[in-house]
């Protein structure tokens, strides 16, 4: 799990052959083979490290799901460890598994704020709540309005200097993980059928014809 609070910002020093290797510091600190570590909010498996980079295995699954298809040597990515018991949550709740990824329709800046506008699937805007949580390459935003079509997330300077947002533009894509907990909520609420194996056999036919 995640928070959505990037750590730093590191960058892609090879990709191909299923594996990323991702040049960064402060990530590596404490790492261990087999941590856990969200790229652009896509939670990965370090497989090899070494004093100034970290090597991770990329699941087809993981290409058709997000946008780490379109990464190339010196791409910036946002980099964050697993949460630990001893972390502040400042974000929210993070699970590095991608639902999809967006469009960013327009930039606007607004006074010390940009408004990022983002198409995005149906599938995905039904889960996009106003005022709600969202991370977008693995950065937890806040939800400024929703439509038919795209979201609007507001940045702050911070989150822009200290993430890949600065190279973002008209037209890039971009992660996109739903809020966890509007989603279990969701699947909780559905109807469930009965399964066959537990209908009952006793029918009123078979209570006439066996003397009832």
Same mark, same amino acid.
């Given at each position: 799990?995640?928070?959505?609070?990037?750590?730093?910002?590191?960058?892609?020093?090879?990709?191909?052959?299923?594996?990323?290797?991702?040049?960064?510091?402060?990530?590596?600190?404490?790492?261990?083979?087999?941590?856990?570590?969200?790229?652009?909010?896509?939670?990965?498996?370090?497989?090899?490290?070494?004093?100034?980079?970290?090597?991770?295995?990329?699941?087809?699954?993981?290409?058709?799901?997000?946008?780490?298809?379109?990464?190339?040597?010196?791409?910036?990515?946002?980099?964050?460890?697993?949460?630990?018991?001893?972390?502040?949550?400042?974000?929210?709740?993070?699970?590095?598994?991608?639902?999809?990824?967006?469009?960013?329709?327009?930039?606007?800046?607004?006074?010390?704020?940009?408004?990022?506008? @983002?198409?995005? /699937?149906? &599938?995905?805007?039904?889960?996009? %709540? #106003? +005022?709600?949580?969202?991370?977008?390459?693995?950065?937890?935003?806040?939800?400024?309005?929703?439509?038919?079509?795209?979201?609007?997330?507001?940045?702050?300077?911070?989150?822009?200097?200290?993430?890949?947002?600065?190279?973002?533009?008209?037209?890039?894509? @971009?992660?996109? /993980?739903? &809020?966890?907990?509007?989603?279990? %909520? #969701? +699947?909780?609420?559905?109807?469930?059928?009965?399964?066959?194996?537990?209908?009952?056999?006793?029918?009123?036919?078979?209570?006439?014809?066996?003397?009832?």
């Amino acid at each position: 799990m995640f928070t959505g609070i990037i750590e730093e910002v590191g960058s892609v020093h090879g990709i191909g052959g299923g594996s990323l290797t991702i040049k960064a510091s402060k990530v590596l600190q404490d790492v261990q083979l087999g941590d856990s570590i969200a790229v652009n909010g896509v939670c990965l498996t370090v497989t090899r490290f070494d004093r100034g980079s970290f090597d991770a295995d990329v699941m087809p699954e993981t290409i058709r799901r997000t946008s780490l298809a379109e990464l190339k040597k010196g791409s910036p990515v946002n980099l964050e460890r697993a949460l630990t018991l001893q972390s502040r949550l400042g974000g929210h709740i993070v699970s590095g598994h991608i639902d999809g990824v967006g469009y960013i329709v327009s930039l606007k800046e607004e006074q010390n704020a940009v408004l990022m506008r @983002i198409s995005a /699937e149906k &599938d995905i805007l039904r889960h996009i %709540v #106003e +005022k709600g949580s969202v991370a977008l390459d693995g950065i937890s935003l806040t939800v400024a309005e929703v439509t038919d079509s795209d979201f609007t997330v507001s940045l702050i300077p911070h989150t822009r200097q200290v993430t890949n947002l600065s190279s973002k533009k008209a037209g890039s894509t @971009i992660n996109i /993980e739903n &809020d966890v907990i509007g989603k279990y %909520v #969701e +699947k909780l609420m559905q109807p469930q059928e009965t399964p066959k194996e537990n209908v009952s056999r006793i029918t009123m036919d078979f209570l006439k014809n066996n003397g009832f």
